[in-house]
């Protein structure tokens, strides 16, 4: 039940072999759209291009891979360059990118979470929130929390510094709390 | 102000703290910080707070019914990209999606110069759901073909009285002689002078010529092929119920002779029919299975001499719902009773449910593992007890988790195994009421940032002892690094196996116990340079691992 190890699936993706490919893409299709789909807003369409051009970069690239990064990180590099291209081809077809233009004012920090039977809600708050964070911010979050990388992994992803990262998914929380904040107020002043 | 700026520093930290993912050092540094830290105390609920939502928020993601089509195009494009200098023709049915198969042998590929011609066909899954389709003329193999296969060492005199009188066999002192192309997938111990292991001969470098079953029987501390190597039949898996009574299964297979878009024929072994070998009354017969057109049998579980399951696993397919293309996995479990093997339904199955492993241990009980891709969470284990199935899905095991691999003790004590979930374990036990994950005692320290496993194989041998066979990926330097984590008494204790000062390749498959100190093991080392990994019989005798010698 084995399935080989990605090192053992690039040198047999180097040498041309597309079962290895395949492999490599059942394997890690689920994390990457996952990534992707925040990336991308959920455009279906465009979240399918940008898996076909990771693989068929991986598949160009395997044998420049020489192991200084851990194998997750040099594919995350990779969907992350896909993304931020596939973002720009589209935001120059005019198609918007949802972004928070400023720094959450000072003060709107307020606790996240509340009693159980509003987690449903909550949560979808939450979604609407981090969808309208930029897609940097968005990234680290990802990177961080649903893909488990480390700070020096994450910043090698996302060519940044180390304390980019940091700074940059401290900013994250600061916003998301911000923009929930935003939204219990708006719904506080129409249940008035 | 040293208190604020050693604050601040901490809090930078605390993400990657939520994520189990700084060093036990800063781990440790963190903790005593946060002793004594109220306002760090409140950041990290609030970083828990955001952790548990970005987990939640990939729950809203519509299920992935794309994935094939998206591959389709792929590989219809790699014709145009790259010159493949090799290609692996016969493991291209054997190693998808990591289902029991181990294989990792590549072949120089025979047809490289027909590669760029082939891109307008469509290659991979798309080309096998028509190759599927095209399986209807199933090559009637005769059955005198497969014939009666005498056990050489296996004679009707054989029984446990005759086994005790050997001296016991040390596993580090057996031998072994393997017939060339052998290579083995499965591996079954009954005490320390018995042994049954079952493979495949198959010549990768003669692409027509046809795969033939191998058991290999241990006997007087060595290992030998028993009867004649079967035409045309490949064997995945090995259980014995007693020393006296077991099962080999695995697929009749024919040859794929479909031309490909240059008019060159494919050339490509495809299971026919599920096939089983019983061993009874000293020798090895085969039994008929139920119809399944284009299934092998992946692995067999007896439960004793009366009671079995045995996985079925058809391939990858499309299957269109509502309009929705998906890849399916075509699964089967027959359940053997009075004399009988027949299909037992899976009520919880989907076609887009893919099972990975099997285990079983009682009477009227079973376990499967796998994951379904249209669940965010693809984790999935299958337990049926008391006449109905139970299911535990996503997090009900552990959130982020891809389960590969589980083995039973008893109903309340189950262990799986799979890639590292969000919180970095990669081993879960379930108590017979909920799922837990277990953490791996003696990392080194150095390891400890990165030391996310993906376990392929478990086996738990006691309640008390077991291993569990896989790898991490190490920076500093890069490098993969194999583990055999042994369970011992309530804790998963963390090892590097070792071959003759070589680290194995690995990842070990297939432990068989012989006694608490010593048992057998199947693994794979990098030879021709690392072009090709060989598959290796290995022995585990206290605390040594090693290659089986092999006998001329």
């Known amino acids: ?192 | 102000m040293t208190p604020d700026l050693s604050c601040e520093r901490h809090q930078d930290s605390l993400p990657w703290y939520v994520t189990n993912s700084l060093s036990d050092g800063e781990r440790a540094e963190m903790e005593r910080h946060l002793a004594s830290c109220e306002r760090c105390r409140a950041a990290l609920d609030e970083w828990r707070d955001v952790a548990a939502a970005m987990r939640r928020a990939d729950e809203n993601i519509p299920p992935d019914t794309a994935s094939l089509t998206t591959w389709a195009r792929i590989a219809h494009q790699l014709g145009a990209q790259a010159e493949p200098a090799y290609k692996s023709s016969k493991v291209n049915e054997r190693n998808i999606m990591g289902l029991k198969d181990r294989i990792v042998r590549l072949v120089p590929n025979t047809r490289a110069t027909t590669e760029a011609a082939e891109g307008a066909r469509p290659r991979g899954p798309l080309r096998r759901a028509m190759d599927v389709v095209a399986v209807v003329a199933v090559i009637a193999l005769s059955v005198g073909v497969f014939g009666f296969l005498a056990g050489r060492g296996g004679g009707s005199s054989r029984g446990k009285d005759a086994v005790a009188a050997q001296p016991a066999c040390a596993t580090s002192k057996a031998t072994v002689s393997l017939p060339a192309n052998a290579s083995l997938l499965a591996i079954a111990a009954e005490g320390a002078n018995d042994g049954w292991a079952a493979g495949t001969i198959w010549d990768d470098k003669s692409p027509t010529s046809p795969p033939a079953a191998l058991l290999v029987h241990l006997r007087n501390c060595h290992w030998a092929p028993v009867g004649t190597p079967i035409p045309n039949v490949q064997l995945t898996d090995i259980s014995m119920a007693s020393p006296d009574d077991g099962w080999a299964v695995g697929a009749t297979m024919k040859l794929d002779t479909t031309p490909m878009a240059d008019g060159a024929p494919r050339n490509a072994w495809e299971p026919s029919q599920p096939f089983a070998l019983h061993y009874t009354h000293g020798s090895w017969q085969q039994v008929n299975l139920p119809s399944y057109p284009g299934a092998k049998a992946m692995q067999v579980k007896m439960v004793s001499a009366n009671e079995g399951w045995m996985l079925l696993y058809s391939g990858k397919r499309l299957i269109t719902t509502n309009g929705d293309t998906s890849v399916g996995y075509g699964n089967a479990l027959l359940h053997y009773q009075n004399g009988t093997w027949a299909n037992f339904p899976m009520s919880f199955l989907k076609p887009s449910t893919g099972l990975a492993d099997m285990d079983a241990r009682q009477p009227g009980e079973v376990w499967l593992a796998g994951f379904d891709n249209t669940y965010s969470q693809p984790n999935i284990v299958a337990h049926y007890i008391g006449g109905k199935w139970t299911t535990y899905i996503g997090t009900a095991i552990a959130a982020g988790a891809n389960i590969q691999t589980i083995s039973e003790i008893s109903p309340t004590d189950v262990w799986a195994a799979g890639s590292a979930s969000s919180s970095g374990s990669s081993l879960y036990h379930f108590d017979g009421a909920r799922w837990s994950a277990a953490k791996v005692q003696g990392v080194p320290k150095k390891e400890a940032a990165y030391f996310r496993p993906f376990i392929n194989t478990i086996v738990m041998t006691s309640p008390t002892q077991g291993w569990a066979f896989g790898f991490y990926m190490s920076l500093k330097p890069t490098r993969t690094i194999r583990v055999a984590l042994r369970y011992d008494h309530g804790a998963w204790q963390y090892t590097e196996p070792q071959i003759h000062g070589t680290t194995i390749y690995a990842p070990l498959s297939a432990f068989a116990q012989t006694t608490p100190s010593q048992g057998w093991a199947l693994g794979d080392h990098l030879i021709d340079n690392g072009a090709n990994a060989e598959r290796v019989l290995l022995y585990y005798d206290a605390g040594v691992w090693g290659a089986v010698r092999q006998q001329s």
Request: hydrophobic share 40%.
């Open chain 1, 1 to 192: 039940m084995t399935t080989p190890e990605p090192t053992l699936l690039l040198r047999r993706i180097a040498d041309g072999d597309e079962e290895a490919l395949r492999q490599l893409y059942v394997e890690y299709r689920p994390r990457l759209r996952r990534y992707l789909w925040h990336q991308l807003d959920g455009d279906g369409l465009a979240i399918e291009e940008a898996l076909q051009d990771t693989f068929l970069a991986v598949w160009r690239s395997a044998g420049g891979y020489r192991g200084e990064a851990k194998f997750a990180t040099w594919l995350f590099q990779i969907a992350h360059y896909v993304a931020l291209r596939t973002r720009k081809a589209s935001a120059q077809r005019g198609r918007s990118e949802t972004e928070i233009a400023s720094d959450p004012p000072e003060g709107a920090v307020i606790p996240m979470a509340a009693s159980p039977e509003d987690t449903v809600l909550e949560q979808l708050a939450f979604d609407e929130a981090l969808s309208r964070l930029t897609p940097k911010h968005r990234a680290v979050l990802q990177l961080v929390f649903q893909q488990g990388f480390s700070a020096e992994e994450a910043a090698q992803i996302l060519g940044v510094p180390v304390g980019t990262v940091k700074s940059r998914v401290s900013y994250a929380r600061r916003a998301l709390q911000s923009a929930l904040a935003c939204r219990l107020s708006e719904e506080a002043r129409h249940d008035a």
